[in-house]
């Protein structure tokens, strides 16, 4: 165990123990755009910087506790640090971004929006990243994307996906699907986990009209916990699941009933979970592409 005072605050935290663990544990909020619970901590966005009694100001994310410690979480100075890496993130973003419009939730505004900054000192980015829209199911707005890294592990250690990387430095530095590709024609599955991860609308669902299945007599919405239990849906993120309720329905057919014909919107896609079904193509075996081989249709 260590002993250390963190705001004049006396604590006792297991040796291992980040700065910002510790500060936690004594209900002390530091705030912070790059660290996740659930993630290796990085130190890139800076912004829970405390000082520590060294000659620069550290990350509490990734700083260790050490014996006799004492940390100041909330200076003039730390504030004044805070404030201006804000200033520098808000000059290069979009405001408000398609999160912030969508849900009101963007991690870096509503922290803008608490520090009192109501406009940049600094000069906006003059040539726009672009956006990709090649996703089904989430956009890409690339001038939103901050560099905290969370896209990137959460494809990587949550999911071990490994389709989310950096790529360029400096100023041209951004985050690339395999060898940047689009989106769409990446090896992404669309499990959502680097959506969710997202503190900003760099990634957010796309959400399209139309996707919501209208319940009738025998259909019953699926809710997130009973996908997860079905082989498929196994590793999707539970939040990506939620915000797409009611595009999975549940349907009974009697025997002989047709299931769907070709061309029926929303009908495009079945996960049999009990019972046997027919299939039969009536369209030019040559315009017909199946996928699966020898683990089936």
Wanted: hydrophobic letters at 40%.
């Amino acid at each position: 165990m260590v002993d250390l005072t963190i705001d004049g605050k006396p604590m006792r935290v297991p040796n291992g123990t980040t700065v910002f663990e510790a500060a936690g544990m004594g209900g002390i909020h530091i705030p912070t755009l790059c660290h996740l619970q659930n993630q290796t901590p990085v130190g890139v966005c800076r912004l829970c910087v405390v000082d520590t009694g060294a000659r620069v100001l550290s990350a509490s994310c990734v700083r260790a506790v050490e014996p006799g410690m004492k940390v100041v979480t909330h200076s003039d100075k730390i504030l004044h640090a805070r404030k201006t890496l804000l200033e520098l993130l808000m000059s290069d973003h979009p405001s408000p971004c398609a999160r912030q419009e969508q849900s009101g939730d963007c991690e870096l505004e509503g922290l803008a929006k608490a520090a009192g900054i109501a406009e940049a000192r600094f000069a906006k980015r003059s040539i726009a990243r672009g956006e990709d829209d090649s996703s089904l199911a989430i956009a890409v707005d690339h001038d939103a994307c901050i560099l905290c890294d969370r896209c990137i592990r959460g494809c990587d250690e949550v999911k071990d996906n490994f389709v989310l990387g950096r790529m360029g430095k400096g100023y041209s530095a951004g985050i690339a699907f395999d060898l940047n590709a689009p989106m769409g024609a990446s090896t992404c599955i669309s499990c959502g986990e680097c959506m969710v991860s997202c503190p900003t609308g760099a990634l957010t669902n796309k959400g399209p009209a139309g996707t919501a299945i209208c319940a009738g007599p025998g259909t019953e919405i699926f809710e997130a916990e009973e996908l997860l239990q079905i082989p498929v849906f196994r590793g999707v993120s539970g939040t990506f699941l939620e915000l797409n309720r009611g595009a999975i329905v549940k349907r009974r057919f009697r025997k002989g009933e047709v299931i769907c014909r070709e061309g029926e919107f929303g009908s495009t896609a079945f996960y049999m979970v009990e019972g046997r079904a027919k299939v039969s193509l009536s369209a030019p075996i040559a315009h017909v592409k199946t996928q699966g081989g020898d683990k089936g249709f």
